[in-house]
């Protein structure tokens, strides 16, 4: 393990060119051998810890600007897509006016379950549990159809469809508890 360290200290100090900026990094050993790293020494090792002179290259006028250039073109594809989700969502919504469906937010997902404790009452009968897990299970179902226009090829959803859908987690059968 302490030629692993050496090696990650000779890495970092042959990966960082030599631009005379430093910045105070600590090492030390744990009771189990480990070496670490990290900008603060914790309590415990103050006595064993050492500190390195890393150096750290400051970035030129040109490194500043490409960052700065990169930096402006994500924020333009960020806003580009957030147009075109509005759009999407815009265009999904005159959709489903002329189909006469409504796109809705789930009617079933902001019920209760039917079975409430009362009081005095030490537990659900299981029947209770099951209409619950019945009620539970078609807030679900209900929840899943309508994020189902929003799933995205590769597995996600889009954004925009917590707007007008509520995510309801699946619900664990009561004989499974």
């Given at each position: ?21 430093s910045?105070?990094v600590?090492k ?8 670490h790293?990290?900008?603060s ?57 002329k ?11 902001d ?13 659900l009968t299981?029947?209770?549990r ?9 807030r ?29 987690e ?8």
């Open positions: 393990m302490l030629f692993f360290g050496r090696v990650l200290a000779g890495a970092l100090l042959a990966i960082l060119p030599l631009s005379f900026v910045a105070e600590f030390w050993v744990d009771e189990a051998g480990n070496v790293f990290g900008d020494l914790p309590e415990k090792y103050r006595q064993t810890g050492k500190t390195l002179d890393v150096p750290v290259r400051e970035p030129s006028a040109a490194d500043r600007q490409k960052a700065e250039a990169v930096a402006e073109s994500i924020r333009k594809a960020a806003e580009s897509a957030r147009e075109r989700r509005l759009e999407e969502g815009e265009r999904l919504e005159g959709d489903s006016k189909t006469g469906q409504k796109m809705a937010p789930n009617r079933v997902a019920q209760a379950p039917p079975n409430q404790l009362q009081p005095g009452q030490a537990r299981r029947k209770q099951m209409e619950n897990y019945e009620a539970e299970m078609a679900y179902r209900e929840s899943q159809r309508c994020f189902a226009p929003y799933q995205m090829r590769g597995g996600g959803t889009r954004g925009y469809a917590f707007n007008k859908c509520q995510s309801v699946r619900p664990i059968h009561p004989d499974v508890r």
